[in-house]
């Protein structure tokens, strides 16, 4: 029942690709990573309205976060690392990457990160908390 196709909303993610040295100008490695995500795709799951006290020991006491994505066992590859569009439409050039102006900032930043995942055998829970990123 939780995951019937009209329980389901649009959303985005991009997974997590690796993360490359920042170098300074002098090409010395500054002990700094710069992280990647590949390009945003879209998948449809059932999110929830905000974060509910039925659902808290699911991903422990301490843990916080704002909503859950509830999905079907077949689920995209998505982890701690990924980064979402839940509120928000990325925008995106023709390629599927993110749109950047002049100064090359993106133009609709993620609005959500993944806290935690919790995998059982028929169904795939993540816990989501909202961020404010700026390009």
């Not at 196709?5 to 700094?32: C, L, M, Q, W």
């Not at 995998?119 to 816990?127: E, Q, T, Y």
Request: aromatic share 8%; glycine share 6%; hydrophobic share 30%.
């Amino acid at each position: 029942m939780r995951c019937m196709s009209r329980n389901k909303v649009r959303f985005h993610y991009a997974p997590y690709e690796g993360k490359e040295p920042i170098t300074d100008e002098y090409g010395n490695v500054t002990g700094e990573y710069d992280v990647k995500h590949g390009n945003p795709k879209e998948h449809f799951a059932n999110i929830s309205a905000a974060k509910g006290e039925t659902t808290t020991r699911q991903f422990g006491e301490n843990e916080s976060y704002d909503k859950v994505i509830v999905m079907d066992n077949d689920a995209p590859a998505i982890d701690e690392y990924s980064i979402l569009w839940v509120d928000t439409v990325p925008q995106l050039e023709a390629d599927g990457s993110l749109s950047k102006d002049e100064n090359g900032k993106v133009l609709t930043p993620h609005d959500y990160v993944v806290k935690k995942i919790a995998r059982s055998m028929n169904s795939v829970s993540i816990a989501i908390s909202k961020v404010n990123v700026s390009g």
